[in-house]
């Protein structure tokens, strides 16, 4: 990193204030704007659907768009949660426990959702998930998660795997994405949803 660079952002940082967050430097940063601007082009493809477009299939076979939006928007529940319990907090769901994918019978539940519901799902998880990923410090990016399905993942591997997502969740949608878009280093990355765990986006 640059002198330059440094510069700037410390003027940037005095700019915005002691009240402003910051990735932390153990960060893995790429990711993290993979998963960012992932998170702008989903919101923009699914700005693009009329709330009855919502209905019609996806590219994921045997998935409305409505499916592809539940999946999409319980992940970033999921993983937030547990950025969550790294930190020491508490998980939301009553039963305490800590899950890496949301289960099917969940999606297919938030997938019933009225069509505004459904997007300001997408929309206060995506916060969500940012707002854990800002507080982390750098000693929780070299934690491993471990679920309560036995699965584990390490923090600084989950922007990646939301990336891949996202992008390729935001192409599922068939509403004008196109997997030219998104970051070449994800075109090859399966789509892990819940239910689909070997597709590619088409």
């Known amino acids: 990193m640059s002198a330059a660079l440094d510069e700037a952002r410390e003027a940037l940082r005095a700019r915005q204030g002691a009240g402003a967050r910051y990735d932390a430097t153990a960060a893995p940063a790429e990711a993290l704007s993979w998963a960012r601007l992932g998170t702008a082009y989903f919101a923009r493809m699914l700005s693009h659907l009329a709330d009855p477009e919502l209905e019609a299939p996806s590219a994921i076979a045997g998935w409305s768009r409505r499916h592809v939006i539940a999946a999409v928007a319980l ?13 020491g907090l508490p998980p939301a769901e009553e039963e305490g426990l800590v899950l890496l994918e949301p289960p099917l ?23 969500h998930l940012d ?22 993942l390490a923090v600084a591997d ?17 509403s004008g994405g196109r997997a030219a878009d998104m970051p070449a ?17 088409r």
Do not use: F, K
């Open 158 to 174: 989950m922007p990646r795997r939301r990336a891949a997502t996202l992008w390729h969740g935001a192409v599922a949608l068939r």
């Open 185 to 201: 280093a994800l075109r090859g990355e399966a789509l892990r949803l819940v239910g689909c765990p070997d597709l590619l986006a």
């Open 105 to 127: 019978a969940d999606i297919r539940l938030a997938a019933t959702l009225p069509a505004q519901a459904l997007r300001h799902l997408v929309e206060h998880a995506a916060i």
């Open 75 to 87: 992940e970033a529940r999921r993983l937030a949660e547990a950025v969550g319990s790294v930190r």
């Open 131 to 152: 707002v854990e990923w800002r507080d982390a410090g750098n000693a929780h990016w070299g934690a491993v998660v471990s679920d309560a399905a036995g699965q584990r």
